[in-house]
């Protein structure tokens, strides 16, 4: 009745950006990330038939009520597959990067259906496994692969096809991804209310959607062929449109910093003096800056240098999410 497991976060390459089924987690477009090495999440979930409610504690703290309900929320499917109503004990401890603001929900929420399911004892595939973890957090669905994966949006109204599945294992290719930090000040706008109000009220939404399929075909191939340069363009463009919808929303809104934009000007300029990097950004300020093995060294001094970054974080291609430990 007890488990504990490990995930992995992901960094989109290309974003899922709106969701076509609020209550189911379905995405209106496909996307495909990297999962990372240095952020990743350690939850241990533990059932006893004696509890009246689950418990969720974070980082050695009882979580607030929202947090926990979430939680709640997403054991309560691992619950239905098994056939049981049990509550749980669940304690969860992220890894550096996330208690800096970065990508913990998808590495949350991975090790949640990981760890919950095998403390129920279920014996599920990867698919159903990614389709629990979607439950929790759309992104979460990607980081039950290691390497490079992608979220078939599927077309089923109940979505049994909307998963992820792996393009290439973390051996392919070692793409660097660099986490720069900023301080992040006021308080965001989740991702959950920034693609609804994008979806509802953006004219550039449809302007993302009609380009999506392209940019996921040069990501695709750019890993294929390790093509480092088809890849970056490819994923620093999606990026960029992604956050051009937040700019047209009604109320408009946009992640990006002072800090934000100036860790971009300076990815750029690395490119202009002949180091190959490129940037990406999910709902929030932080940058991740894209780079080869060779050049990780000087693009992480490089960035670490900037004012407006408070602290960077070096990633590789991460693994698998997988079960640490079960107990009776
Ligand atoms: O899974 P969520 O609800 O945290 O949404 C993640 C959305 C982005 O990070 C902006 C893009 C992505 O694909 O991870």
Same mark, same amino acid.
């Given at each position: 009745?007890?488990?504990?497991?490990?995930?992995?976060?992901n960094i989109a390459l290309v974003?899922?950006?709106?969701?076509?089924?609020?209550?189911?987690?379905?995405?209106?477009?496909?996307?495909l990330s990297m999962?990372v090495?240095?952020?990743?999440?350690?939850?241990?979930?533990?059932?006893?038939?004696?509890?009246?409610? @689950?418990?969720?504690?974070? =980082? !050695?703290?009882?979580?607030?009520? #929202?947090?926990?309900?979430?939680?709640?929320?997403? &054991? /309560?499917?691992?619950?239905?597959?098994?056939?049981?109503?049990?509550?749980?004990?669940?304690?969860?401890?992220?890894?550096?990067?996330?208690?800096?603001?970065?990508?913990?929900?998808?590495?949350?929420?991975?090790?949640?259906?990981?760890?919950?399911?095998?403390?129920?004892?279920?014996?599920?595939?990867?698919?159903?496994?990614?389709?629990?973890?979607?439950?929790?957090?759309?992104?979460?669905?990607?980081?039950?692969?290691?390497?490079f994966?992608?979220?078939?949006?599927?077309?089923?109204?109940?979505?049994?096809?909307?998963?992820?599945?792996?393009?290439?294992?973390?051996?392919?290719w070692d793409v660097v991804m660099i986490a720069a930090?900023?301080?992040?000040?006021?308080? @965001?706008?989740?991702?959950? =209310? !920034?693609?609804?109000?994008?979806? #509802?009220?953006?004219?550039?939404?449809?302007?993302? &959607? /009609?380009?999506?399929?392209?940019?996921?075909?040069n990501v695709?191939?750019g890993i294929?062929?390790r093509d480092f340069e088809l890849l970056g363009t490819a994923a620093e463009s999606n990026a960029l449109?992604?956050?051009?919808?937040?700019?047209?929303?009604?109320?408009?809104?946009?992640?990006?910093?002072?800090?934000?934009?100036?860790i971009m000007?300076t990815v750029r300029?690395l490119r202009?003096?002949?180091t190959e990097a490129y940037f990406t950004m999910d709902?929030?300020?932080h940058v991740v800056v894209l780079c080869q093995p060779d050049d990780a060294?000087l693009v992480n001094?490089?960035l670490?240098?900037?004012?407006?970054?408070?602290?960077t974080f070096v990633s590789h291609p991460?693994?698998?999410?997988?079960?640490?430990?079960?107990?009776?």
């Amino acid at each position: 009745m007890e488990a504990k497991a490990t995930a992995y976060s992901n960094i989109a390459l290309v974003k899922y950006w709106g969701k076509r089924d609020e209550k189911l987690i379905l995405p209106t477009n496909p996307s495909l990330s990297m999962t990372v090495d240095a952020i990743f999440t350690t939850t241990s979930v533990r059932f006893d038939e004696s509890l009246t409610a @689950d418990t969720f504690t974070l =980082d !050695g703290e009882l979580a607030g009520a #929202d947090a926990t309900r979430r939680v709640t929320a997403a &054991l /309560d499917h691992v619950r239905a597959v098994a056939g049981t109503r049990a509550a749980a004990v669940v304690d969860s401890v992220n890894s550096g990067p996330t208690a800096a603001g970065l990508a913990s929900s998808a590495s949350g929420f991975a090790a949640l259906a990981t760890a919950g399911a095998a403390a129920l004892g279920l014996e599920l595939d990867d698919t159903q496994l990614s389709i629990l973890a979607r439950r929790g957090s759309g992104s979460a669905s990607r980081s039950i692969h290691g390497g490079f994966v992608e979220w078939q949006m599927g077309v089923e109204a109940d979505g049994r096809d909307s998963h992820g599945i792996q393009v290439a294992d973390e051996h392919h290719w070692d793409v660097v991804m660099i986490a720069a930090c900023v301080d992040a000040g006021a308080k @965001d706008v989740s991702s959950r =209310d !920034g693609m609804r109000r994008t979806v #509802d009220t953006s004219p550039y939404y449809q302007g993302w &959607l /009609d380009t999506v399929e392209d940019d996921l075909a040069n990501v695709r191939r750019g890993i294929q062929e390790r093509d480092f340069e088809l890849l970056g363009t490819a994923a620093e463009s999606n990026a960029l449109k992604m956050h051009a919808t937040t700019l047209a929303a009604s109320p408009p809104f946009t992640y990006w910093l002072p800090a934000s934009l100036e860790i971009m000007q300076t990815v750029r300029e690395l490119r202009a003096s002949g180091t190959e990097a490129y940037f990406t950004m999910d709902a929030g300020p932080h940058v991740v800056v894209l780079c080869q093995p060779d050049d990780a060294a000087l693009v992480n001094a490089r960035l670490g240098e900037l004012a407006g970054v408070t602290q960077t974080f070096v990633s590789h291609p991460g693994p698998r999410a997988h079960v640490t430990r079960t107990a009776e």
